[in-house]
């Protein structure tokens, strides 16, 4: 059973609403229902009415809060414990794609460093694909990457997600073509471009497959990339047009190396999910970690270029 979703329900309980919930963990409020949905499901009874002051408990939730504070100020305890004696040791292997080592992953080792100074972390930076790959082996513990993963022994949760865009070289005739055109003309004559994207299978080359495919364009000239420094490195020689995340070329865009094609439709945000092995030292504290590093990472760039999920 998930613990955050057993702390969103103690919060709703408490609110009795579930907007207010979503304050209270800076989340949104259909994350909140989606908790409270899933835990429902999970127990197979319905834990709140909607009444007129708002979101009730029903008898049988009432029962559920009993058991589920009981739980929340067990956890409390030990990771009060945990904290206080620094006492967590070993090693824990965690990968992560290159677009998360771009962004927001640095930061979360970094945390999870100060919080278990005395713990190793093993570092992996591979295609989704592997990572997921991996972990199903036992190789590692805990991977970032894009897709949610079911599996007896594994776990996931989406955390943000980075919006994409289109981008090119601010010297490209390229950049003159589209200028304030976002017709469907426009598109098609992006569809004749090079495009840069992510590697081949990953999730956001197949998104960008079917949104050419969705403007009738099925000949589209995508050349797939595993790294980002390249993506953006042949973007700004004039290669192509990249198709990536904007956070993830903040530098080249405010030196003014790069700059984005606005109005175009862009492929679906790529998300950020954590999956790991349940049962692996440390990695339910180390999620809460991510957490909070990724709801700072948000802060930082703004809501325009990272959206939270969880």
């Known amino acids: 059973m998930n613990l955050k979703f057993i702390e969103t329900f103690i919060w709703v309980a408490k609110l009795h609403s579930f907007s207010l919930a979503a304050d209270k963990q800076h989340s949104t409020q259909a994350a909140i229902s989606n908790r409270i949905s899933a835990l ?18 029903t008898r049988t939730g009432e029962r559920v809060l009993q058991h589920a504070e009981q739980v929340s100020e067990a956890i409390a305890r030990l990771s009060a414990s945990l904290h206080d004696d620094k006492m967590a040791s070993g090693t824990i292997r965690i990968g992560a794609m290159d677009s998360a080592i771009h962004s927001w992953f640095v930061d979360f080792v970094s945390d999870a460093a100060y919080h278990y100074p005395n713990l190793n972390i093993e570092i992996t930076c591979e295609t989704a694909l592997v990572l997921n790959e991996q972990l199903r082996r036992g ?25 994409l865009g289109w981008l090119v070289a601010s010297d490209s005739p390229i950049a003159a073509h589209f200028h304030g055109d976002t017709s469907a003309a426009a598109f098609e004559r992006l569809g004749r471009e090079r495009l840069i994207t992510f590697s081949r299978h990953s999730r956001p080359h197949q998104d960008l ?15 797939c990339v595993n790294s980002v420094t390249a993506i953006l ?66 802060a930082k760039v703004g809501v325009d270029a990272a959206r939270i999920v969880a």
């Open 233 to 298: 490195k042949m973007t700004q020689a004039g290669f192509g047009v990249g198709a990536i995340p904007p956070a993830l070329a903040s530098g080249p865009l405010r030196a003014g190396a790069l700059r984005l094609l606005d109005g175009l439709e862009s492929p679906p945000p790529m998300p950020f999910v954590v999956a790991w092995r349940s049962g692996a030292d440390w990695a339910e504290r180390l999620v809460e970690i991510a957490e909070d590093t990724a709801h700072r990472y948000v």
């Open 209 to 223: 497959l079917r949104l050419m495919q969705s403007h009738d364009i099925s000949n589209a000239k995508v050349s």
């Open 139 to 163: 190789m590692l513990d805990m991977v970032i990457q894009t897709d949610m993963l079911r599996d007896e022994t594994i776990r996931s949760i989406e955390l943000l997600q980075l919006p």
């Open 40 to 57: 429902e499901q999970e127990l197979g009874t319905k834990l709140f009415t909607r009444e007129a002051k708002g979101v009730m408990l």
